[in-house]
């Protein structure tokens, strides 16, 4: 038997060399045997170190991938199984695309496990505020399943480049300075704070958005595994909220429904005929707001967790209209709040328009989707849902009487024009209604997000941000008449 004695536990290139060396003088795998960090004897332990072997040969990209993941599983046979893949691959060149092979099969399966505990190390890493000579430093304790900080703490890096951190780890340290990435030595917990002042604020927040009715116990654990729960500050309040869940889930059902003013009964009703609304003239735009709540016009509102009203100044010279509330929106209770919306309010930044100054409403006031997993995706409202919200927005433009509407694609062209429009024909210009109303058309935010070439993306932008641009210089000239 010969043991190769490697540096340190994540020893690639000491494991390489090694295995290099024992393919090349034909040292079977079942005379091999991989130690880390031994101190007697020399790199091989049967008749001395191995003479150089003349001679070479190549390993294929898919094994050498798999190998570098592979070292950092905690297995201590995983040099073991690495050599005899290196082995038969001479015989086998193709051998890494077996995934039937007991061997390709078993590496396979610790690389899945190498890469979730990397996926777990990025989500439950908890960096707490500490100080040093240095100034202010955020320092997180964590036990990952296997040795995947050195591979992970890049992600970091680029993640967290503007703040001083640590992470420590049985198996090291990563430390970054906001320059450059170092490695330690192993840790243990009591070098790390035991907790700060931000995480009563996070566990305020934690509880304050855990819905009890989307509670998936065993899906929760297998996201969540109680193993890192010791080091998530959030995890105490998991039983406490898991056990009263079917309790706050009850009261959540059995809740009636916000009242609004008198003169909005009718429209909550489920059972509300869609006429006998349209003689309701709300006074004032929270009426309009309550009365969306209670709205029952058509279906939609079953799924929404709320109905979505416009928010901006009474008096706002330019009224932007959407399609729908999305999931973030929906949960929040605003307009735009979103990864659109994000995206909506760098543009306006740039085109020299003011979100404060703005109405920004949607043409529907419901979340249209369906589930899909986890996930509630985006369904695109029907021209009769459309409709029937069209009595909401309606009243936000007499209320709001904008000078400009924006329109941000089909959808929301479709509601304020009474037709839908063809949006990149039609847009970029000012275009004026039956009752009189000016409107600009343009694409809706969530659209350039959805490009996926990186060159169109940017000039949809640039095209974009020129429609924006007509809308502000469209105010200016009516600024510029009045005075």
């Excluded at 694409?443 to 924006?468: G, I, T």
């Amino acid at each position: 038997m010969r043991t190769a004695v490697l540096a340190d536990p994540l020893d690639f290139d000491g494991w390489r060399e090694a295995a290099r060396r024992l393919r090349l003088a034909g040292v079977e795998p079942s005379r091999v045997k991989f130690a880390v960090g031994a101190t007697a004897g020399g790199l091989f332990d049967e008749g001395g170190a191995l003479p150089e072997v003349e001679g070479a040969f190549t390993a294929p990209r898919a094994f050498l991938e798999t190998a570098a993941q592979l070292i950092q599983h905690r297995s201590e046979d995983r040099f073991d199984l690495m050599y005899r893949l290196l082995w038969r691959l001479k015989d086998q060149p193709n051998l890494m695309a077996v995934l039937s092979d007991r061997d390709v099969a078993e590496a396979a399966d610790r690389v899945k496990a190498v890469r979730r505990a990397a996926h777990k190390m990025k989500a439950f890493v908890r960096f707490r505020q500490a100080q040093d000579e240095a100034g202010e430093r955020w320092v997180a304790w964590f036990e990952p399943a296997h040795r995947v900080l050195q591979a992970t703490a890049p992600f970091f890096a680029r993640r967290y480049s503007a703040i001083r951190w640590s992470i420590l780890t049985p198996d090291g340290a990563a430390h970054w300075d906001g320059t450059l990435l170092t490695f330690g030595p192993p840790a243990d917990q009591s070098q790390a704070p035991a907790e700060d002042a931000v995480e009563d604020f996070w566990r305020t927040y934690y509880a304050s958005t855990f819905n009890p009715a989307r509670l998936r116990p065993q899906a929760m654990r297998s996201e969540m595994p109680k193993r890192y729960w010791k080091n998530l500050p959030e995890a105490a309040l998991i039983p406490e909220l898991t056990a009263a869940a079917s309790v706050r889930t009850d009261a959540m059902v059995n809740q009636p429904a916000p009242t609004p003013n008198d003169r909005f009964q009718r429209v909550r009703a489920p059972s509300v005929d869609r006429a006998a609304t349209d003689d309701l003239v709300p006074e004032s735009l929270d009426e309009l707001a309550r009365g969306v709540q209670g709205c029952r016009r058509c279906p939609l509102w079953r799924d929404a967790t709320q109905g979505v009203c416009g928010e901006g100044p009474k008096r706002a010279a330019l009224m932007v209209v959407g399609e729908q509330p999305g999931d973030q929106e929906d949960l929040a209770g605003r307009p735009f709040v979103g990864p659109a919306g994000r995206l909506l309010d760098a543009a306006f930044q740039e085109a020299g328009l003011d979100r404060g100054d703005l109405y920004l409403t949607n043409a529907v006031k419901h979340f249209k989707h369906e589930p899909r997993g986890k996930r509630r995706l985006h369904k695109t409202p029907n021209a009769g849902e459309v409709q029937a919200c069209r009595w909401w927005l309606d009243h936000e433009r007499r209320l709001v009487r904008p000078e400009l509407i924006l329109a941000l694609g089909a959808t929301a062209g479709l509601a304020v024009l009474g037709r839908k429009p063809a949006v990149q024909a039609e847009r970029g210009r000012v275009l004026t209604t039956e009752d009189g109303a000016r409107v600009l058309l343009t694409v809706h935010p969530s659209y350039l997000l959805r490009l996926p070439d990186p060159a169109l993306r940017a000039e949809e932008r640039r095209r974009f941000l020129a429609d924006l641009s007509v809308a502000r210089d469209a105010l200016k000239r009516t600024d510029a008449k009045r005075a």
